[in-house]
């Protein structure tokens, strides 16, 4: 277990590819059922706010693996998928606390204090940080160059958004 999640922070750091971790349908369940969990628990800890966060988070989970599966039989390299899939999971799961805990921040400081613009500053970074180390697996699984990894990992990451926020809408306060 402590290998396997050295591994996933070497990917989310940008040291390790997709093809460094082992194509195991098993390994890839397992960090599938770890993502979610992480994610859950994260989010169940903090104090709610109105929304349908599982709902988003169940979303996420489902349109991650489906467009993969679907970007890897696009580009006529499917027998990629376990791998490429495992690694978005797998350091999706090392960041998930603090993306978890940023967007929470983010939404519990209003608008004019004076903490949003830090919380705002590290969200960002942690966006960067989420697409860059996304692309540098989608990089390594397509063997594309970089800035097309870029643009599919936007592509994908508003997508999960737009779909997510279509299926469960988040109230607005006002």
Same mark, same amino acid.
């Given at each position: 277990? $402590?290998?396997?999640?050295?591994?996933?922070?070497?990917?989310?750091?940008? $040291?390790?590819?997709?093809?460094?971790?082992?194509?195991?349908?098993?390994?890839?369940?397992?960090?599938?059922?770890?993502?979610?969990?992480?994610?859950?628990? #994260?989010?169940?800890?903090?104090?709610?706010?109105?929304?349908?966060?599982?709902?988003?988070?169940?979303?996420?989970? #489902?349109?991650?693996?489906?467009?993969?599966?679907?970007?890897?039989?696009?580009? $006529?390299?499917?027998? $990629?998928?376990?791998?490429?899939?495992?690694?978005?999971?797998?350091?999706?799961?090392?960041?998930?606390?603090?993306?978890?805990?940023?967007?929470?921040?983010?939404?519990?400081?209003?608008?004019?204090?004076?903490?949003?613009?830090?919380?705002? #500053?590290?969200?960002?970074?942690?966006?960067?940080?989420?697409?860059?180390?996304?692309?540098?697996?989608?990089?390594?699984?397509?063997?594309?160059?970089?800035?097309?990894?870029?643009?599919?990992?936007?592509?994908?990451?508003?997508?999960?958004?737009?779909?997510? @926020?279509?299926?469960?809408?988040?109230?607005? @306060?006002?």
């Amino acid at each position: 277990m $402590r290998e396997l999640i050295l591994l996933f922070t070497q990917v989310a750091l940008l $040291r390790r590819g997709p093809q460094d971790v082992p194509a195991s349908s098993l390994l890839l369940v397992l960090t599938v059922a770890g993502y979610f969990l992480i994610n859950f628990v #994260v989010s169940s800890v903090l104090p709610p706010f109105p929304g349908p966060w599982l709902g988003h988070l169940c979303i996420d989970v #489902v349109f991650m693996f489906v467009w993969y599966a679907a970007l890897l039989s696009l580009v $006529r390299r499917p027998e $990629r998928l376990l791998q490429t899939a495992t690694a978005v999971y797998g350091y999706q799961a090392v960041l998930s606390p603090l993306l978890v805990a940023s967007v929470w921040l983010t939404r519990r400081f209003p608008e004019g204090s004076v903490w949003q613009l830090p919380i705002f #500053v590290v969200s960002m970074a942690l966006l960067i940080w989420t697409i860059a180390a996304n692309s540098h697996i989608v990089k390594a699984a397509l063997e594309w160059s970089m800035p097309p990894s870029v643009v599919l990992v936007v592509v994908q990451t508003l997508a999960d958004w737009r779909l997510a @926020t279509a299926l469960f809408p988040v109230p607005t @306060t006002g």
